[in-house]
């Protein structure tokens, strides 16, 4: 999808193939490879690694100038404290705000309820709307009474990894629900045998909810999307800076 999308927008990208077996340190040193490289503006290792790999490590290691992905901890870092901007912005989190946005959903004041507290989505998609003074609540798998929090919620965005656990009856009337869940359920009247499901009851929830996305369609598109976006204002700054 990402390389589609690079190629539909004139954004040239490959890949860097590697063995499961490679090591820690080769891995490593193709990032510093790339790191260096100025025809390169953007670099994101796909996760999640093998075992032996440490993930933290290997983050740490990309150029924050080129972290388009945004998972450096210096940008995750800076996405949560305030009064300090990252470099780069994690694309799934940005994607749920800018269709926020697009949509005209109001954030300020309002309530919102993240369902799921990952590094890559439910951790920084909550700093986002805090940052755009939302009242924040984080719904994680030891949360009692999920569903009591999430009915007061003006927004809610899933992001759990569990088929259809948000139930319309769970949703305030009017709300805005962002599914980022994104399930594989078995579906023997598929060719596949399976059907990609959110973390919300879309039949259900779309009925109740003032604004819903659905899966898949919604979140995924955007993400990627985002990449590209990511990608394009990594570019535009270093022309910026040597010039
Ligand atoms: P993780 O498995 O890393 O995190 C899941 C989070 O959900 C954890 O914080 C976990 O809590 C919480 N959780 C799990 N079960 C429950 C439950 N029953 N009630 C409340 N919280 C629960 O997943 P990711 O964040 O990586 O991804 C989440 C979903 O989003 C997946 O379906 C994934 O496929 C999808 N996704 C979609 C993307 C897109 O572009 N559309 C991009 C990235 C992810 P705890 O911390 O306590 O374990």
């Not at 007061?152 to 949703?171: C, F, H, L, N, R």
């Amino acid at each position: 999808m990402k390389r589609k999308a690079c190629a539909e927008v004139g954004i040239k990208s490959f890949d860097v193939d590697l063995p499961e077996q490679v090591s820690e340190a080769d891995l490593v040193k193709q990032v510093h490879e790339l790191n260096v490289n100025p025809d390169i503006h953007g670099i994101l290792v796909q996760l999640p690694l093998p075992r032996h790999i440490n993930e933290e490590k290997v983050l740490t290691e990309i150029s924050l100038e080129k972290d388009v992905d945004g998972f450096h901890p210096l940008n995750i870092g800076k996405l949560s404290m305030k009064g300090r901007e990252p470099l780069f912005v994690p694309c799934t989190p940005k994607g749920c705000l800018e269709l926020l946005h697009r949509s005209g959903v109001s954030i300020k004041g309002k309530k919102a309820v993240v369902v799921g507290r990952s590094n890559i989505v439910g951790l920084p998609v909550s700093m986002l709307l805090l940052k755009e003074d939302a009242t924040v609540t984080i719904v994680h798998s030891r949360t009692s009474e999920p569903e009591r929090i999430i009915r007061e919620a003006d927004i809610v965005i899933a992001a759990a990894g569990q088929p259809m656990m948000v139930k319309g009856s769970w949703i305030k009337p009017g709300a805005a629900v962002i599914d980022v869940g994104t399930n594989a359920v078995d579906d023997p009247t598929k060719k596949s045998g399976y059907r990609l499901v959110g973390d919300v009851d879309f039949e259900e929830a779309s009925k109740v909810a003032g604004w819903i996305t659905p899966v898949p369609g919604g979140v995924g598109p955007m993400t990627v999307t985002m990449l590209l976006q990511n990608t394009l204002e990594g570019a535009k700054r270093k022309l910026e800076q040597s010039n």
